[in-house]
Nanobody, 128 residues
């Protein structure tokens, strides 16, 4: 069975950190471009951060630049999203997605990009 699963969402206070994990089952995530997206109530889906296969290209939305870091652990077949200095506006459901195609990280982070696989999401709530 081919699937992605996100882990690590939680309720945290502003200024705290979280690390989200995106784990693949049934396929090798290192061979795919991977993106993190988030959906918040009343807002459109936003591409937060993406990384191409081979880690040659990464992209961060302006809203998270300097605070979030995307990385791979190929031995664990996992992509991480380290989120520091979290803000209430970071609240939402975070999804990871994998794409087999040839693209740039910025293009994959388009909210309408047609990824091959999606996880079911993990909820992040930033509130005091």
């Amino acid at each position: 069975q081919l699937r992605l699963a996100e882990f690590g969402g939680a309720l945290v206070q502003p200024g705290e950190s979280l690390r989200l994990s995106c784990a693949a089952t049934g396929f090798t995530l290192a061979n795919y471009n991977v993106g993190w997206y988030r959906e918040a109530p009343g807002k459109e889906r936003e591409g937060v951060s993406c990384i191409t296969r081979g880690e040659s290209d990464t992209y961060y939305a302006d809203s998270v630049k300097g605070r979030f870091t995307i990385s791979r652990d190929n031995a664990k077949n996992t992509v991480f999203l380290q989120m520091n200095n979290l803000k209430p506006e970071d609240t939402g459901v975070y999804y990871c997605a994998a794409d087999w195609g040839v693209t740039t990280a910025q293009k994959q982070c388009s909210p309408t990009y047609n990824n091959d696989y999606w996880g079911k999401g993990t909820r992040v709530t930033v509130s005091s």
